[in-house]
């Protein structure tokens, strides 16, 4: 028994010492093909450390020169530039007396033109005072004329017509006519009347029948509630007047302008028709 277990000690002991070494190899390998990657990789980065300190070198070296240049470049110009201002200095002496010269020619014709503006509202004003006196005599006028306004207003508010009624305002002209339109006080219907031919208006109708336009004077007649009444040798601006309707309402008919067979007019009738 003992015999056998000191067999199977001598068999595994060569094994183990296979396994280990084996496993020693292998590490050495290992570590020596991490050796060799490293040393490579450390190789890369100081060629790459190299070739970027080269080109630092490299542009240092072309901005040095740049700078140079530029330095130099700009010495020639401030040498360049100081003679121009030397000359600009010249220039703006000569352009400042010019200018000197020009604003006193400036203010002398501005005080010409200032004193002939004063001269040209002293006119103004004078004239002005006149205007205001001839403002105050058209007041007067004015006044004047309302005056005279108001008497014939009340002269033609007594005119009577032909029948001896006492007629209303009558107009003299189609201005006048539009500005009784407008007092609605009564209807007003205008008309122009030819010879020989019957118009209506309204809701009666007249014929003219003879026009003397020298002497202004006419002959018509005036057809309602069919019966006709003439109006016979009458001048311009004459009411003539006429009842008519259920409730004989009076009517005026006015002449105010006398043509050649024909005659312009206007028929009056109360609001109440």
Do not use: C, W
Not at 105 to 130: D, F, M, P, W
Not at 136 to 149: E, Q, V
């Amino acid at each position: 028994m003992p015999d056998e277990q000191n067999h199977q000690s001598e068999t595994q002991s060569p094994i183990l010492r296979n396994i280990i070494l084996a496993i020693a190899v292998l590490y050495v390998v290992a570590s020596l093909f991490l050796l060799i990657d490293m040393r490579s990789r450390l190789t890369t980065v100081e060629q790459k450390q190299a070739n970027a300190q080269a080109k630092s070198e490299a542009v240092e070296k072309m901005l040095q020169e740049k700078l140079r240049l530029t330095n130099s470049q700009l010495e020639d110009s401030l040498n360049t530039l100081g003679a121009k201002v030397g000359m600009t200095q010249e220039e703006l002496a000569k352009r400042t007396a010019e200018l000197r010269r020009q604003q006193q020619a400036s203010e002398n014709r501005l005080a010409q033109e200032q004193k002939k503006a004063e001269q040209a509202i002293a006119g103004v004003s004078t004239e002005v005072g006149s205007v205001k006196t001839d403002l105050g005599g058209a007041k007067t006028d004015i006044a004047s004329t309302k005056t005279d306004l108001e008497a014939t207003k009340m002269k033609l508010e007594k005119v009577t017509g032909d029948l001896g009624v006492q007629s209303g305002l009558i107009a003299r002209n189609h201005d006048e006519l539009e500005q009784l339109k407008h007092r609605g006080d009564r209807n007003y219907f205008e008309f122009t009347l030819a010879k020989n031919k019957r118009a209506p208006v309204s809701n009666i109708s007249l014929e003219l029948k003879k026009a003397d336009a020298k002497k202004g004077r006419f002959t018509l007649n005036v057809i309602a509630d069919d019966r006709t009444i003439e109006k016979k040798d009458r001048t311009m601006n004459e009411p003539m007047q006429f009842y008519t309707g259920k409730d004989r309402t009076l009517y005026e008919v006015l002449v105010y302008q006398v043509e050649k067979d024909k005659v312009i007019g206007y028929l009056s009738t109360p609001k109440t028709q």
